[in-house]
């Protein structure tokens, strides 16, 4: 049973920081490559980070320079560091692994962004 389980989420101050992680079982991880979504009340699902199977990075404009995305093959897991949060961080973020049409989805963390 392939199973994705993020963690990490909590409230933070504007500023702040928050680590992400997406455990993953079930799957053999090195094949996957991994995405970072993220959803806003009342916005639709967005893409954040996505890191290939053979560990090349990309951010979407609105969070370069602040978050990163990395992966752990021996821990089978996947990471994404948030730096300097804003209240538009706010969302429920989302872990996605993907290879060759096969497709799975954690059930997300909430960050929340608030002084």
């Known amino acids: 049973q392939v199973q994705l389980v993020e963690s990490g989420g909590g409230s933070v101050q504007p500023g702040g920081s928050l680590r992400l992680s997406c455990a993953a079982s079930?799957?053999?991880?090195?094949?996957?490559?991994f995405d970072w979504y993220r959803q806003a009340p009342g916005k639709e699902r967005e893409l954040v980070a996505s890191i290939s199977n053979t560990g090349i990075a990309n951010n979407a404009d609105s969070v370069k320079g602040r978050f990163t995305i990395s992966r752990d093959n021996v821990k089978e897991r996947v990471y994404l560091q948030m730096n300097n949060l804003d209240p538009d961080d706010t969302a429920v973020y989302f872990c996605?692994?993907?290879?060759?049409?096969?497709?799975?989805w954690g059930q997300g963390t909430q960050a929340t962004v608030s002084s």
């Open positions: 996605r692994a993907s290879w060759r049409g096969f497709e799975y």
């Open positions: 079930g799957i053999y991880f090195s094949f996957y490559s």
